[in-house]
C-alpha cells in the first residue's frame, strides 16, 4: 500500500480556530453582530470566498462580508504575533515520524496559498511536507474534494490510498467524497452520527494519528 497521508493546517497542526474564533467574538461584539457562532462554524474549512457569502447570507446581502473577513484575519495576525503561533500537541514529533517511516506528506488547506506558507515557515512545520496546496490553487471550496485531489495529483497519490487528516465536518465529508481514508482529529467541534459513520478513525490527538499509521504499515510489511 502508498504511504500517503494529507493534513489538513487549521485545528490538525495549528492550534487556530480558538485564536480565529476570539477575533470573531470581539468583531462580532464591537459591531452588533448576533449569533456569530452560527457562521464561524459553518465557516471551517472553507474558502475565503465561501466565508464572505455565508456571512452575507447570515445578515444580508448589504453587509460587508469581505470587510469583516479582511478584518478577523487582521485580529488573528495581531494575537498571533503577540502571543506566537499555537501548534497543536505532537504536530511537529507526528511528522517527523512519518518522514522517517517512509509517508509522503502533503497539506491541503482552504487558507490562502501565502498565509499556509508563512505560517507554517514561521512554526517550523513547512520542511516536512512534499507539497502545499492552498486557496487561490482550486477553485471549489470543502466539503467539495478538489483540493484533496489536486494534492493527490501533485504528489502521485491514489486517493484510495491516501489517508487525510482533518478536524472539520466539511474536511471530513472532501474526503470522503474524494474516496479517500478520513481520520479525524476532532477540534472545536466533536463529531456526530453522520460524520463518524464517513471516518475510518477517530483520534484524540495527532501522537494516536502517528502510532495508528506507522504500526499499521509494519504491519503490513511484517505480512509480506
Keep these: 500500500m502508498q504511504k500517503t497521508v494529507i493534513f489538513d493546517m487549521d485545528g490538525v497542526l495549528l492550534d487556530s480556530e480558538g485564536l480565529d474564533l476570539k477575533g470573531w467574538h470581539e468583531l462580532a461584539n464591537e459591531n452588533g453582530l448576533k449569533e456569530i457562532d452560527d457562521v464561524f462554524f459553518k465557516t471551517i474549512g472553507r474558502t ?12 444580508g446581502e448589504d453587509f460587508d462580508g469581505a470587510w469583516f473577513r479582511a478584518a478577523t484575519l487582521e485580529r488573528f495576525d495581531e494575537m498571533a504575533e503577540r502571543d506566537g503561533m ?19 506528506l502533503a ?31 482550486f477553485k471549489k471550496s470543502k466539503p467539495d474534494p478538489e483540493v ?7 504528489i502521485g497519490a491514489n486517493p484510495a490510498e491516501t489517508y487525510v487528516i482533518e478536524d472539520s465536518f466539511n474536511g471530513i465529508r472532501a ?3 474524494g474516496g479517500m481514508i478520513p481520520i479525524m482529529v476532532p477540534d472545536l467541534v466533536q463529531p456526530d452520527e453522520e460524520i463518524r459513520s464517513m471516518c475510518h478513525k477517530v483520534m484524540k490527538d495527532l501522537s494516536e494519528v502517528l502510532t495508528y499509521l506507522t504500526r499499521k504499515t509494519s504491519l503490513k510489511r511484517s505480512e509480506k
Excluded at 475565503?48 to 445578515?59: F, G, N, P, Q
Excluded at 484533496?148 to 501533485?154: G, M, T
Design 86 to 104: 499555537p501548534v497543536k500537541p505532537y504536530a511537529a514529533e507526528c511528522l517527523k515520524g512519518l518522514k522517517e517511516a517512509g509517508f509522503k
Design 175 to 177: 474526503a470522503h467524497a
Design 148 to 154: 484533496f485531489l489536486l494534492a493527490c495529483e501533485k
Design 48 to 59: 475565503e470566498d465561501a466565508c464572505i457569502r455565508l456571512l452575507k447570507d447570515k445578515y
Design 107 to 137: 497539506l491541503a488547506s482552504s487558507t490562502n496559498i501565502d498565509r499556509v506558507r508563512r505560517q507554517l515557515g514561521e512554526t517550523h512545520l513547512l520542511e516536512y511536507f512534499d507539497e502545499v496546496i492552498g486557496g487561490g490553487m
